[in-house]
């Protein structure tokens, strides 16, 4: 079946405790990209990249790191969370002209 | 810049009619797609229209015009599940990704018995 999945899918934590939200898909798409939403304000994307060894900023990127190094994995990282972090987690795969696939998100509580 | 502009939130009655609008502005054009998205949930896939024109897909129809840079999701025999945010995306082919979308804030549509 092909799917994204992102773990894990709750977290409350601490801030300035560094954390990591993996995601991966099995469908070899080139594309992947993190979004965060937050109420009122939509899908904003956090980074992207177009495929291993390549990721680029999206609207938001500070506070954020990612990496590819393998073509199924695309992982965040928080490296020092802070509460303004306190968000709804997705990450989505695609490739060509299909539409994007989503994860099941992430819900990140920063205390 | 880049713009799109969707409803904040809509209600309707079970068993009407509803359309959601979307209007953009961006530098250039790929496609426009419509998503779901329960609350809590995942964005799910519903419609792709990159000519002008009406794609229909059950209850679900999507216009769309490039000229005016215009798009609708029209939801028919609205049943209670339809409750959701309704998110329009746009690709835009600037620069060197083809895969990127500019994304609306979403309509919330609210369905009454």
């Known amino acids: 079946e092909a799917q994204v999945t992102q773990n894990p899918r709750y977290l409350i934590t601490v801030t300035g405790k560094k954390l990591t939200v993996t995601c991966s898909q099995n469908m070899n798409h080139e594309y992947m990209s993190w979004y965060r939403q937050d109420p009122g304000l939509g899908l904003r994307q956090i980074y992207y990249s177009m495929n291993v060894e390549v990721t680029d900023k999206g609207d938001v990127p500070e506070g954020y790191k990612v990496s590819r190094k393998e073509k199924r994995n695309f992982p965040l990282i928080l490296e020092s969370p802070s509460p303004n972090q306190t968000s709804l987690y997705f990450c989505a795969s695609g490739q060509g002209s299909q539409p994007q696939h989503f994860g099941d998100g992430t819900r990140l509580s920063i205390l | 810049g880049q713009n799109i502009d969707q409803p904040t939130e809509m209600t309707a009655t079970e068993g009407a009619i509803v359309q959601i609008n979307c209007t953009y502005q961006?530098?250039?054009?790929?496609?426009l797609f419509w998503y779901q998205q329960h609350a809590g949930e995942a964005p799910t896939f519903l419609s792709y229209n990159v000519l002008d024109g009406l794609e229909e897909k059950g209850r679900f129809s999507s216009f769309l015009s490039r000229s005016k840079g215009y798009s609708y999701l029209l939801l028919k025999e609205l049943q209670m599940k339809d409750s959701a945010s309704y998110l329009c995306a746009v690709r835009d082919p600037e620069g060197d990704s083809n895969y990127q979308l500019i994304w609306g804030a979403g309509t919330k549509l609210i369905i009454k018995p």
């Open positions: 961006t530098s250039g054009f790929n496609g």
